[in-house]
């Protein structure tokens, strides 16, 4: 079975700082990868994904991911971060052609992002 | 626009009470899931369907029933409800057909909080 590791819990940048978020996964192919994000209160928006193709993949609120299969990482980025940025991001893997898993989703554990002023 | 809703977004309820939370799509999506989510654990599955009348168990389903007699609806039971139960509640629905990445793009209701007294 699949699994993803977010190896960051908490992550604090300054406003119109850089970010990377990680992401690694365990599957013996290469799954579909998506991000979300998750603001407060709110359920889970569908930030980017990866299906094939062109391994750097561009998102919604100019975000943008890096597939990289050799080191079974899937990392978010953003250039400068906005405060509003501020919330908790989730990884997550499904497996291709996948049996019992068909359709379904494993999430890493998530990532808060902090923001500072 | 197509949407997923949660009902009730609030809940609170006493030990050994029959508890049902709505999640309602109208995307037309034949998949539907239903996840908890905890501190520390993310998001896990508790049930699915592909379609009417098919229901799956997710990784943690003890104590959680559901039904789907239709495509828009796939209500979450607790039959007894435990402190355990205690979480965020999230359904998400997913498309299916030829393209078999579309299954695995999941869209997200608001959540429902439940509290087990």
């Known amino acids: 079975a699949q699994s993803v590791t977010q190896p960051d819990i908490h992550i604090t940048v300054s406003e119109g700082a850089s970010l990377e978020l990680r992401c690694n996964y365990s599957?013996?192919?290469?799954?579909?990868l998506f991000w979300y994000v998750q603001s407060p209160g709110q359920g889970l928006q569908l930030l980017l994904k990866?299906?094939?193709?062109?391994?750097l993949v561009q998102g919604i609120k100019g975000f943008e991911a890096e597939f990289k299969r050799s080191q079974s990482s899937f990392n978010l980025r953003k250039p400068s971060v906005h405060w509003s940025d501020a919330a908790e991001y989730f990884c997550?893997?499904?497996?291709?052609?996948?049996?019992?898993?068909?359709?379904?989703?494993?999430f890493g554990q998530g990532t808060i992002l902090t923001v500072h002023p | 626009d197509a949407e997923i809703t949660q009902s009730p977004r609030h809940k609170i309820t006493e030990t050994g009470r029959q508890v049902t939370l709505a999640c309602h799509q109208t995307?037309?999506?034949?998949?539907m899931f239903w996840y908890r989510q905890d501190l520390g654990h993310g998001l896990r599955l508790i049930h699915y369907?592909?379609?009417?009348?098919?229901?799956n168990k997710g990784e943690v389903s003890d104590g959680y029933s559901v039904s789907r007699s239709n495509t828009e609806d796939l209500p979450l039971t607790l039959e007894s409800a435990a402190s355990s139960q205690t979480s965020v509640y999230f359904c998400?629905?997913?498309?299916?057909?030829?393209?078999?990445?579309?299954?695995?793009?999941?869209?997200f209701g608001p959540g429902t909080r439940l509290t087990v007294t």
């Open positions: 998400a629905s997913s498309e299916s057909g030829l393209a078999e990445q579309l299954n695995y793009e999941q869209y």
């Open positions: 599957y013996g192919a290469t799954p579909y």
């Open positions: 369907s592909y379609g009417v009348q098919d229901t």
């Open positions: 990866y299906f094939s193709g062109d391994t």
């Open positions: 997550a893997v499904g497996a291709r052609a996948g049996g019992t898993s068909y359709g379904k989703l494993t």
């Open positions: 995307w037309n999506h034949n998949n």
